[in-house]
């Protein structure tokens, strides 16, 4: 059973930093991609950072753009993945739920999805 279960959130003022976790277990997520998303009140899901399963092309919002870093380690003894998101220089805007999804690379559809972890950034 795949579980993806998130960490690392918290209240942070404004130009602190946060460094979320996310760890993958259930299947060795060969081919993997990973992304962070997000969700504040009243508005849409959006996507954050996402990241390829080669670790060799990453996307960023322009909201986060020079501010956070998606990364990943592979436990392949273990079949268990730790997705990061690197925060830092917060500011309230960047408040809401934060999400870990993964997907198979050769599908479109993020498949699995953890519970989320709220960030709240006070000015």
């Known amino acids: 059973q795949v579980q993806l279960v998130e960490s690392g959130g918290g209240l942070v003022q404004a130009g602190g930093s946060l460094r979320l976790s996310c760890a993958a277990s259930?299947?060795?997520?060969?081919?993997?991609?990973w992304g962070w998303f997000r969700q504040a009140p009243g508005k849409e899901r959006e996507a954050v950072a996402t990241l390829r399963w080669s670790g060799d092309s990453t996307y960023y919002a322009d909201s986060v753009l020079g501010r956070c870093t998606i990364s990943r380690d592979r436990d392949r003894d273990n079949d268990k993945t730790t997705v990061y998101l690197q925060m830092n220089s917060l500011k309230p805007e960047d408040t809401a739920v934060y999400y870990c999804?993964?997907?198979?690379?050769?599908?479109?559809?993020?498949?699995?999805w953890g519970q989320g972890t709220q960030v709240t950034v006070s000015s």
């Open positions: 259930g299947r060795p997520f060969t081919n993997y991609d």
């Open positions: 999804a993964g997907k198979n690379t050769y599908v479109t559809n993020w498949s699995f």
